[in-house]
Structures are given as C-alpha cells and as structure tokens.
C-alpha cells in the first residue's frame, strides 16, 4: 500500500467527512432584503446564540422560517443561504452553533444541539415575521443538527432534509466502535476560534506525520495526541465513550425517541458518502420504531460533497451516469413547498427509497430497503486459503480457512476502505482473504450494502474487521462497490461490549456498511475481501480485551490467529438469480 497516497486520500476523507459543500450563490442587491446579520437569542438556561436572517421586501404576510444550523460559521456563506431561502419564498435564517460567531460561550460541539436547536426554533415562533413553522435543512453537522433537534421535537418544526447526516459516536469520530484517524483534526478546526481554524485543518504534513510516527511507535492509541504534540481535549473525552453508550445516545434521537418523530423527513446521501452509514441508521431506526414514518431517501452516485450538491459528472475516476445528476437546493426547496404549502412532491421522489443504478443510467424507486431488488441471494465464504470461493451454494459441511496477522509487525498494512478511486486497475493482493463469485452469465444489477454473519475461531479476545466488494469487470478492472468495517465485540450492540472467547466458535453480525447500486455487466464477478484492520488510519485493536484506546504494542503477543467458517455469508439483493 502506497502510505503517502492512502493518507492523502483520507485527509479528502476528513475534509468530506466534516465539510460543507460550498454553492456558488450569487448575493443579491440588499436593497431587496431586510438583512439582520446581528441576532442574538439568549436561551432561557444562559446561552447566547447568534443568527442571520433575512427577509424579502414587500412581503407583508407572516411566513414559514427555512433555517440552516451552522458549526462552520462564515458571514457571507450564512447571507447568501438566508437570501436564497428568502427568494423561495420563505424567511431565510442561519443560525450558529454555541460558542460559534458572534455567540460568548465556548464551542462545544454535538453535545448540546438538542437543545440549542429548539432553543433558536422558540425565538423563530415568536418573531412578528413568522407563521409557527419550520422547516430546516443542511448537510453534514447541519444534518445531524435537525436529527438532534427531533430528540425533543418542537411542534413548529414541520420537516427535515438532512443530507449526509453525520451521527456522533456510530459515524464519527468512530465507525462501528472503531475511532479512525481521519476525523482527527476537526475538534481543533471548529473549536480553536469562531469562525473555523483552515490553517490547521490543512496542514496535511503535520496530520500524516503525526499518524505515521504514532504508527510505528506502536503507542496506544490515548497518546497519539502526544505524538502530535499538542493535546487533544476532544479526542480525549470522546475515547472515553468507546460504547455507543449514554454520551452519545444524549445527541441525537436512540432507539423509542424515534417513534414520536411524526413529521416528513426527506433524507439525502451517496454511495461514497463516507458518513452514509450514520445517514441510514437514522432512516432504519425511524422506520424500525415508527413503521408509518414519512421518511423518503434520495441516493446516489455521490460523495460527501457530491450529494449536497447534486452530484458531479466524474467522481473518483468514476463517469457518472448523467441521470444521477440533481439538483438537491431545488430538491429541497420541492420538498419544503410541499411539506408547508401543499404543493407537488419533487418529481425525483415517486416511492420511499429512491436510489440510481450505477451503468444503468436509471433511478429505481421501491418502497423499503428490503425490496430495492427483486431477490435475496445468500453467498458464502468457502474454499481454502489458495482457492477461496463467493458461492450462493451452501457448504454441506463447515470447513476452516485459517488467517494469521501479526499486530505488531510494521512491515504490512491491512485494508484499503474509502475508495480514493472507484475504479481500479489491480488491488493489494499480498494480504487477507478473497472470495470471487462465478462470472455472470447475464447483465444483472445488484443493490444494498452489505449485511451477513461471519463464523470464526480466534486465539484472542476481540478484533476489528474489514470487508471490501468490488465488481471485477470482463476487462479485469476492479469497481468499489461497498464496505465494511466494525469491531466484533459490539457486533451485536454497540451500546455493550461483549468480548469474544479464545478458542470458541462466535458469530459476528454485520449491516452498518454502504449502500450501493451497480448494473454488472454480463461476464462481470464480485469480490469480497475480508481482513482486519490494520494500519496508520484507525485506532488498532489488539485482542487483549483492554479498552483498546490503552493497548499498546507490547499487548500484541501472539499473532491473531483466525478460523474463518465457510457457514459465514453476505446477503445480496440482485435483480435476477439465474446468474
């Protein structure tokens, strides 16, 4: 593995993860706007936040408030999205998170957006100009703001389109209970002045030196703010919370908070949406314990960025279809006339999940998650080491395929997720496990993200695995479709850590990975790599069964040594099985 490209890729992985996708929007002639770029709304618990909201001229009627929460506070970005609101007929408002802007208290983020959010929707239903709804929207932070506003729903807020919503805790700063590298930086970013602090979010030198020296010093992973040099109070208290445990279950809605969400949620993400699995947990979840919800998703062949966009005509190497091309400002604004004036959905939305087919230049649109392809196909993991087999045939009897990884060797890398391109001309084959299914007789199109059970003996009591699949097209090019990568003690719950026992044979269930849509081509084959994690990137588990942020090196001892069960299988959704 190239060290110096994977680490570029994931300093675009931290500015994607955490950024906010930058319109070009013009600034209208002021004269046509009443501008307040000052508000204060002091809180009835003694917080001052600071907004800017804007209405359009000669509009005597009270109206419904667009709003924008914002941790990226940037006056002009903040104007030009209130007036744009402002044009669509609304009144236009961004509000900054504590501490942010012009407010006095310190920036605390995640922790108190629940709460700050319905504090600024209070102030909204009280102001002259307002009719006493909301409606709010935004990507990224500002996506996870209107989920944590749902928690303790006002009855003004009429709607939500998150896009790519981050969840703290599930999707960031840790996936699957896995804390990742790549998110590092941003506490400093948003919380070392007012305004956001770019100088060191771009200092892409001292980040890679700083996880390559932490790497091969095999300190614990609670010290690599050391190695940096500078402390890291955020990184600190959030790796005290390794479970999904009260912590974050206090930012955004958990579990039964998700029946009472009773408004239209219009969801928003990508395919390569680093944060897609914290964009689809909130759509689970809702429909888990509100079945009735109104929750529609639109996603497609789009990135971080790309999806609060529209999309980009080439993403990562990849030509996008061109109808996987939106506009999602107009999308959003469909959707918030629909919601507050009873006007036509968005043309795009014609059932709950909405999703374009990756070659096939066309949008499918089913009503669950279940059902975005007409069949299930179960495949296992089978064969041996040298000969290893995707087969949608059931092992009649269970056999072993044995892995050794050495934790505390230097010398190799394991695992390559986020895709720094798409499609790729050869993948790192010197490690791991890959199971290849037959080819395909027939162009078929597969969709879903990957879920299934993995079966395996181990010598040790914990390990963070990783899968990748990837479409080997006729040509011999390898497609990224999805993946995976969690930590086997809380495969089960997230919210409790359950290690594993040496020697015993354990069931590790998987399906927070990436959603995807691929048309294969007739000839084409899937791949699924499986391996562990381990590399510069990402917190390294090494099995002792100690909170993972303290293991060291020195708690490597033995190689892990894995009995893969070819009883393990991924589930796939694909249109036909007479492939």
């Not at 009719?131 to 209107?146: I, L, P």
């Not at 602090?197 to 771009?202: G, I, S, W």
């Not at 162009?443 to 003996?457: H, N, P």
């Not at 003690?489 to 354990?506: F, H, I, N, T, W």
Request: proline letters at 5%; aromatic letters at 12%; a neutral charge.
């Amino acid at each position: 593995m190239n060290r110096k490209f994977f680490g570029m890729a994931l300093l675009c992985l931290l500015i994607a993860q955490f950024g906010i996708a930058q319109q070009k929007l013009s600034l209208p002639d002021t004269a046509n706007y009443i501008i307040q770029d000052s508000v204060l709304i002091k809180t009835s618990y003694g917080i001052t936040l600071s907004a800017v909201v804007v209405q359009k001229k000669g509009v005597s009627t009270k109206l419904p408030c667009a709003l924008m929460y914002l941790i990226y506070s940037d006056l002009n970005r903040s104007l030009a999205e209130a007036k744009f609101a402002a044009d669509q007929g609304y009144v236009g408002m961004v509000a900054d998170a504590r501490g942010k802007r012009l407010s006095p208290d310190q920036p605390e983020p995640y922790e108190h957006e629940a709460r700050d959010v319905n504090a600024v929707i209070d102030w909204i239903v009280n102001q002259p100009w307002s009719d006493g709804r909301v409606g709010m929207y935004g990507g990224s932070f500002s996506g996870f703001a209107q989920w944590a506003a749902t928690k303790y729903l006002h009855p003004a807020l009429k709607t939500i389109v998150p896009y790519v919503a981050a969840i703290p805790g599930l999707g960031l700063p840790m996936e699957n209970n896995v804390f990742l590298n790549a998110n590092y930086q941003w506490a400093f970013h948003v919380t070392n002045n007012k305004y956001t602090d770019d100088v060191v979010n771009k200092d892409n030198a001292r980040w890679q030196r700083m996880r390559n020296a932490w790497w091969e010093s095999g300190a614990a992973y609670n010290r690599i703010d050391s190695v940096d040099g500078t402390p890291n109070p955020w990184l600190q208290k959030w790796i005290s919370h390794p479970a999904y445990d009260a912590y974050w279950q206090a930012m955004v809605p958990y579990h039964d908070d998700f029946a009472k969400i009773n408004i239209p949620v219009l969801s928003i993400t990508g395919y390569y949406d680093d944060g897609q699995v914290s964009a689809l947990e909130y759509l689970r979840e809702h429909y888990k314990y509100r079945p009735a919800a109104e929750h529609y998703l639109i996603i497609g062949p789009y990135d971080h960025f790309g999806a609060q966009l529209g999309g980009k005509p080439l993403l990562k190497g990849y030509q996008v279809d061109s109808a996987a091309l939106i506009n999602t400002r107009q999308i959003t604004f469909e959707w918030l006339d629909y919601v507050l004036k009873g006007k036509a959905k968005p043309a795009l939305i014609k059932d709950k999940i909405n999703f374009e087919v990756m070659g096939a230049n066309l949008w499918k649109h089913v009503p669950s998650m279940d059902r975005v392809e007409e069949n299930t196909v179960r495949f296992y993991l089978s064969g041996t080491e040298k000969n290893s087999l995707l087969s949608d045939i059931k092992p009649q009897q269970e056999t072993f395929i044995r892995q050794e990884v050495d934790l505390a060797d230097r010398r190799t890398f394991n695992n390559d997720y986020y895709p720094s391109q798409i499609i790729k001309q050869e993948i790192d084959q010197t490690n791991g496990l890959f199971f290849v299914t037959k080819p395909f007789s027939h162009a078929v199109s597969v969709s879903g993200y990957l879920k299934g059970e993995l079966k395996a003996i181990i010598n040790k009591k914990d390990m963070d695995v990783g899968l990748v699949l990837y479409e080997i097209t006729p040509e011999g090019k390898y497609f990224q479709l999805s993946y995976f990568l969690g930590r086997a003690s809380y495969a089960k719950d997230m919210a409790q850590r359950k290690l594993l026992v040496p020697g015993k044979a354990e069931t590790i269930p998987f399906y927070r990975s990436r959603f995807f849509s691929r048309q294969l081509s007739k000839g084409s084959r899937l791949l699924l790599v499986l391996n562990i994690d381990k590399n510069p990137f990402a917190q390294i588990n090494y099995g002792s069964g100690k909170d993972v942020s303290k293991e060291t090196i020195m708690d490597a001892g033995k190689p892990l040594q894995i009995q893969w069960s070819d009883a393990s299988f991924v589930d796939l959704q694909i249109s036909d099985t007479n492939f």
